[in-house]
């Protein structure tokens, strides 16, 4: 399997299998809504409550979208 770089191995891995069984998949691991605000971060990877909750909202927005 070949992974492009700067890719997380875990986010190529969960496009194929989305894409395997036809469902969408949506990818904000480098969306920069998110990655240019560190303060939502409770660490370099992991949201804060206020990153999950702007998050969540996004992520509920963009499901309404495919409805």
């Given at each position: 399997?070949?992974?492009?770089?700067?890719?997380?191995?875990?986010?190529?891995?969960?496009?194929?299998?989305?894409?395997?069984?036809?469902?969408n998949f949506?990818?904000?691991?480098?969306?920069?809504?998110?990655?240019?605000?560190?303060?939502?971060?409770?660490?370099?990877?992991?949201?804060?409550?206020?990153?999950?909750?702007?998050?969540?909202?996004?992520?509920?927005?963009k499901i309404?979208?495919?409805?």
């Open positions: 399997m070949i992974h492009s770089i700067g890719i997380d191995r875990s986010i190529t891995e969960a496009k194929e299998i989305a894409k395997s069984y036809k469902i949506i990818d904000f691991s480098k969306d920069s809504f998110f990655t240019s605000k560190p303060k939502l971060f409770a660490d370099y990877r992991h949201l804060n409550e206020k990153g999950f909750e702007l998050f969540l909202d996004v992520v509920l927005e309404n979208l495919f409805k």
